[in-house]
């Protein structure tokens, strides 16, 4: 089970729209569309932001959104806010039934 | 709202055995599946395990298969995770998690426990 492909880290400035790849395989992707993110602050718990690939969850902000297009998935995030600092994981279901998360993206807020 | 609280971290020798708790509240725990999930120091997150709302079913990581048993009471609103058979890169610090339902992928993480096996 090797984690689905993340870059390792991603910038940009205050205001400026971002995109975090999520890449696998077929397999990885299972066929369905259970793909999630997460926002990560070191130290605290981690927090979904996107379920099935494109789902908002109630309370998360509009600025966060989803995508996928056959075996990559994105994560973007527009108006880029100091508090969006954070480490970014995506996760899929896979045709194994079981779980498997990237291996993490640093977003950095110059 | 939902509270995920686990305990049961330490220091451990290799080869040594250990059992963590998540004890869960806010929610109607018996209903929905719940995962284990575990981050090394300095790496990302790595799916350990996932069990069924009833206990039913379990799957788990490749790495853990044979030493780690995910388990649960319902009638405590409680999560397990035994792990035997101990290793220094089992070091990290473990999530308990929620699903969104049966097992459609997590939506609320604990705060963690730490494991140390050295």
């Known amino acids: 089970q090797s984690a689905l492909t993340q870059p390792a880290s991603v910038s940009g400035s205050p205001g400026q729209s971002i995109t975090i790849s999520c890449t696998g395989t077929?397999?990885?992707?299972?066929?369905?569309?259970?793909v999630s993110w997460f926002q990560h602050h070191p130290g605290k718990a981690p927090k979904l932001m996107i379920y099935?690939?494109?789902v908002r969850p109630s309370g998360v902000s509009n600025r966060f959104s989803g995508s996928k297009s056959g075996n990559t998935a994105s994560l973007t995030i527009s108006g880029l806010q100091a508090e969006d600092e954070a480490d970014y994981y995506c996760?899929?279901?896979?045709?194994?039934?079981?779980?498997?998360f990237g291996g993490g993206t640093k977003l950095t807020v110059l | 709202q939902v509270q995920l609280v686990e305990s049961g971290g330490g220091v451990v020798q290799p080869g040594r055995s250990l059992r963590l708790s998540c004890a869960a509240s806010g929610f109607t725990f018996r209903n929905y599946g719940m995962h284990w999930v575990r981050q090394a120091p300095g790496k990302g997150l790595e799916w350990v395990a996932i069990i069924s709302y009833d206990g039913s079913n379990k799957d788990y990581a490749d790495f853990v298969k044979g030493r780690f048993t995910i388990s649960r009471d319902n009638s405590k609103n409680t999560l397990f995770l035994q792990m035997n058979s101990l290793r220094t890169e089992d070091t990290g610090v473990f999530y308990c998690?929620?699903?969104?339902?049966?097992?459609?992928?997590?939506?609320?993480w604990g705060q963690g426990t730490t494991v140390t096996v050295s």
């Open positions: 998690a929620k699903d969104r339902g049966l097992d459609y992928g997590i939506e609320v």
């Open positions: 099935d690939v494109i």
């Open positions: 077929s397999s990885d992707f299972g066929g369905y569309n259970y």
């Open positions: 996760s899929s279901f896979t045709s194994s039934s079981t779980w498997v």
